[in-house]
């Protein structure tokens, strides 16, 4: 199984929503990784957990809180978007370990804040 | 400041010949290069990496190329393949602790012609 899953595949919210985005991965990778990529632009770092513990925060502004209930989860908590926050959200996992430490992405989550 | 620079946001080439894409960086601290591909809709799929010990490395169709006093790297394809039509981009990767920081460059898209 080299699947990351990622649930909705599309979400469209208010900005006084709040919502959440699912990742998962039996990979048995210890880190995992959200990543926010705008149209024709390259996907940029947001958290990094390693070992269920956040590594790496890239100055994401709090409407955006991740969660790593356990090895193979990863939620990232949505409350108070702007529409500017609209985006592909990718999660990755990575088995940091082994080679050159490739991340493996799910198919994304496509975010719309109106 | 972009680290990662794919100077050529698009490439056409006909099917058979070779396709060439380039990436220069910035940061010395990098320690693998990575090649993505990735379709609309969908999130990036590892293609090929190489070590910054390394100077080439080859799988199948693609070879990576790197040139550490550059601070450049190349992917070739080839023979190229229709189905090879996608965004393409290199990714650097840095170590921090247990997980894989990648930093991605702004992506070139290739359309290969019959």
């Known amino acids: 199984d080299t699947e990351v899953t990622q649930t909705p595949k599309h979400l469209v919210m208010g900005m006084t929503n709040k919502k959440s985005l699912k990742c998962e991965q039996h990979m048995g990778h210890r880190a995992m990784y959200w990543y926010k990529q705008k149209a024709k632009k390259p996907p940029e770092l947001m958290f990094v957990?390693?070992?269920?513990?956040?590594?790496i925060n890239e100055s994401v502004p709090s409407r955006f809180s991740p969660e790593c209930p356990n090895s193979s989860l990863l939620n990232l908590h949505l409350h108070a978007l702007q529409p500017e926050d609209s985006a592909l959200y990718l999660c990755?996992?990575?088995?940091?370990?082994?080679?050159?430490?490739?991340?493996?992405f799910g198919e994304g989550s496509r975010l719309t804040v109106l | 400041d972009q680290q990662v620079k794919q100077n050529s946001p698009s490439l056409s080439v006909q099917e058979g010949r070779i396709s060439i894409l380039n990436c220069d960086y910035t940061?010395?601290?990098?320690?693998?290069f990575l090649w993505y591909k990735k379709y609309p809709a969908e999130g990036p799929t590892f293609l090929i990496s190489i070590s910054s010990i390394k100077d080439k490395n080859e799988d199948g169709r693609f070879t990576v190329f790197l040139n550490k006093s550059a601070k450049h790297l190349s992917l070739h394809i080839v023979p190229s393949q229709p189905g090879d039509s996608a965004v393409y981009f290199c990714?650097?990767?840095?170590?921090?602790?247990?997980?894989?920081?990648?930093?991605f460059g702004t992506g070139t898209r290739l359309q290969v012609t019959l």
């Open positions: 957990y390693s070992y269920e513990k956040l590594s």
């Open positions: 990714a650097a990767s840095d170590r921090t602790g247990t997980a894989s920081k990648l930093t």
């Open positions: 940061n010395s601290m990098f320690d693998y």
């Open positions: 990755a996992s990575s088995h940091r370990d082994r080679g050159s430490g490739e991340l493996f």
